[in-house]
């Protein structure tokens, strides 16, 4: 979708005429007015070009073989259909006529056929870009047939310069372009052009091949792919050809004005322009009153690193000039509707909607149906995204049970963005509550709303989601993840080790696991925490070794836990203690092993104490002494065990602590703190 709309004033000036304008093309439905600021005065060989995007009625003929171009005052003129898609999106480019302004884009006849005579386009540069499929790109022939057989058309239109380090039309990254331009040479005279691309490019100049680039290979940062031309004042065709294999796909003609350095792409003033035309309704040959969609892209806003959600206005307008309307109504595809007008919706995926406006008018009920394409603005890389507080507002008063499960997931994703949990619980009730839900839905959402409800202290709330949701789930893997999130649930916060061992052995006795291995891994830990909390150091690491064979031979171990062990240690230097556990958590997670190790015992003990959570100290310490009491760490943890009893006003558990330290550890050094804190008993 193209961003932004034509200018008012444009699209008042067309309304306001086209009641007095004939019907030029009997056998098309439909038509688009368009106006252009101004037509350019001819100077040069051939006409002058206007383009416009228009939203067509999805009644095109096969090929938009029937898409027509008229100027207002009556007579056709010849146009070339330059994209289709997505959705109703329709660009054209058509001849100007002197001193004419307004023109109509027509269609809707399905037995149309193309015109015997096509436009001649020699203005502007056009770029025509397809999904490369593969094939050699080390000639010019090469190329040529690899853009011939390139599919589907990603997208076709007029650039100002060749300049390109990213795919204007979509985020395919694999490609073959076409840029067709016409250099509008000022005076005769000796010229450079120089060519720079990754991956093969070729350039023609009036149809001779002057530059030659083939092969797979980096953007050249020099002016080695160059050739000097004598061209005569006036127009001259410049083609180039690039198959951008790999990513990012970089395109670039430049020259040396004048002959000096330094190279620079060629301006967009060198080429002969065109004119870019303003669409106003659409109208219908039948009907006095026909109603149509203004759309505007407002923005995106950016939740997390992969989902994208979309904000759009729309407007009703009217092909008569000063219609009123009343009663409007919208229903935007997804499964939410709105009243009124203009409206912002939020479209919480990219994709292409169903778009239809309802309304009345001069006593009569009119609707339009638009093809909505919704994405992100790939011409605009480096584009912003918007603070998600507004997104919020307007998805806020969606109705959840239209949605479908995927949009469920993104207004969650939204939600809990903004911090607002009880609507990321609410929309996990309603997906989970659906028979036919899709699986990877109810998993992810259900995790989400199981650390909320874990993290707010309701472990009940947690328990009975994840069995439901475990419950209806046909999806072996799904179910397998759910079930070890309630054995975690069930050990760590009820302390119900018999219940959670029996959920860890129940997943690893599914077939899921038998299939993949993988599956089985975080069963296989929580089974090891069970024997771990039950002192059975035996048990729990041969659980914790079966977890790291699900994951193959685990090589270059020692390399990755000095790593890891660097890591935490200066996220603790610098104080950021939630950074630290975050670092810990993902170390125990690759090697669960290290679970019965005093090493990362004493680091979530540093943890724990940055954060005041003296009671997490002592069970971490105390844990792994019981489990691990040869652990080379043993002692420290004892003594930090005893402080952390001391901050939670537990003298006497301390002086316990100490005396286990200096009565079971008297090779220790810190026995002797442990006497010394004791009186010297």
């Known amino acids: 979708m193209k961003r932004g709309t034509w200018t008012l004033l444009a699209a ?33 060989p051939g006409d002058e070009i206007g383009v416009a995007t228009v939203y067509a009625a999805g009644t095109l003929a096969p090929d938009a073989a029937d898409v027509r171009v008229a100027a207002a005052a009556g007579e056709l003129t010849a146009c070339r259909v330059l994209q289709v898609g997505p959705g109703d999106l329709l660009r054209v480019a058509f001849a100007l006529r ?3 302004t307004r023109y ?27 999904a490369h499929r593969g094939g050699r790109v080390q000639t010019a022939d090469d190329v040529r047939a690899a853009f011939d057989r390139a599919a589907p058309v990603l997208g076709c239109d007029f650039r100002e310069n060749l300049f390109i380090g990213h795919n204007p039309f979509g985020p395919q990254t694999s490609l073959c372009s076409r840029f067709t331009g016409y250099l509008d040479i000022p005076r005769a005279g000796r010229y450079t052009l120089i060519c720079s691309s990754r991956d093969a490019s070729f350039v023609w100049v009036d149809g001779k091949r002057v530059i030659d680039n083939g092969g ?9 792919r160059q ?13 180039m050809l690039h198959a951008a294999v790999r990513p990012p796909p970089i395109a670039v003609l430049a020259w040396l004005p004048e002959g000096r350095p330094p190279a620079r792409p060629v301006p967009p003033a060198l080429f002969a322009p065109v004119a870019r035309a303003a669409a106003g309704p659409l109208q219908h040959r039948d009907r006095t009153a026909a109603a149509d969609i203004a759309v505007q892209y407002g923005g995106e806003a950016w939740i997390g690193p992969t989902l994208t959600l979309h904000r759009v206005t729309f407007r009703r307008r009217f092909a008569e000039q000063g219609a009123a309307a009343s009663d409007v109504r919208w229903d935007f595809g997804d499964g939410q509707t709105a009243a009124g007008s203009p409206v912002e919706h939020v479209f919480l995926r990219e994709g292409t909607y169903r778009v239809v ?33 507004q997104y919020g507002r307007i998805v806020g008063g969606y109705d959840a049970e239209a949605m479908d499960d995927d949009s469920l997931v993104a207004a969650a994703l939204l939600f809990e963005e903004l911090g607002q949990v009880q609507r990321v619980l609410d929309l996990t009730d309603v ?21 909320i409800h874990r993290r707010q202290g309701r472990t009940d709330e947690a328990v009975a989601l994840l069995t439901a949701a475990a419950e209806r789930t046909g999806n072996g893997l799904v179910r397998a993840a759910l079930q070890t999130l309630l054995g975690e649930a069930l050990l760590e916060d009820r302390h119900d080790d018999r219940a959670a061992l029996a959920v860890f052995e129940q997943v690893l006795a599914s077939p899921a696991v038998a299939a993949i291995p993988v599956t089985g891994r975080g069963a296989w830990i929580g089974a090891g925490d069970v024997w771990r909390a039950r002192g059975d150091y035996a048990r729990a690491r041969a659980a914790y070794e079966q977890a790291m064979l699900t994951l193959g031979d685990p090589a270059g171990e020692a390399v990755r836990r000095g790593a890891m062990a660097r890591d935490v240690e200066a996220l603790l230097r ?90 079971g550890y008297p090779e220790s050094a810190l026995a002797q703190e442990a006497r010394s804190r004791l009186g010297g008993r």
């Open 104 to 130: 109509y884009v027509y269609f809707g006849d399905p037995r149309a056929t193309a015109p015997a005579e096509a436009l001649s386009i020699r203005r502007g540069l056009l770029m025509e870009t397809r």
């Open 227 to 239: 050739a000097v031309l004598t061209l005569t004042a006036g127009l001259h065709e410049v083609e």
């Open 357 to 389: 406006l309802t309304a009345r008018c001069g006593g009569q009920e009119l609707s339009r149906t638009l093809r909505l394409h919704v994405g992100p603005d790939y011409d605009q890389p480096r584009r912003q995204g918007e603070a998600p507080a």
């Open 431 to 451: 997906l989970v509550g659906r028979p036919r839900a899709d699986a990877a839905a109810v998993g992810r959402l259900a995790r989400m709303a199981c650390a």
């Open 216 to 224: 797979l290979h980096s953007p050249q940062r020099d002016c080695s």
């Open 98 to 100: 002197p001193g004419a």
């Open 12 to 44: 008042v000036l067309v309304a306001a005429t086209a009641a007095a304008d004939p019907w030029q093309v009997a056998s098309c439905p439909y038509r688009v007015p368009v106006t252009v600021e101004a037509s350019p005065a001819p100077r040069l």
């Open 574 to 663: 610098d104080g950021d203690y939630d950074g630290a556990g975050a670092k810990l958590a993902d170390w125990e997670q690759q090697l669960p092993v290290d679970r019965l190790d005093g090493q990362t015992a004493l680091l979530w003990v540093r943890v724990h104490q940055g954060r005041r959570e003296w009671a997490r100290v002592i069970t971490r310490a105390e844990g792994l002494v019981a489990v691990h009491p040869a652990d080379r760490y043993a002692p420290a943890l004892l003594l930090h065990a005893a402080d952390a009893h001391l901050k939670c006003g537990q003298p006497l558990a301390a002086r316990d602590v100490l005396r286990r330290l200096a009565q």
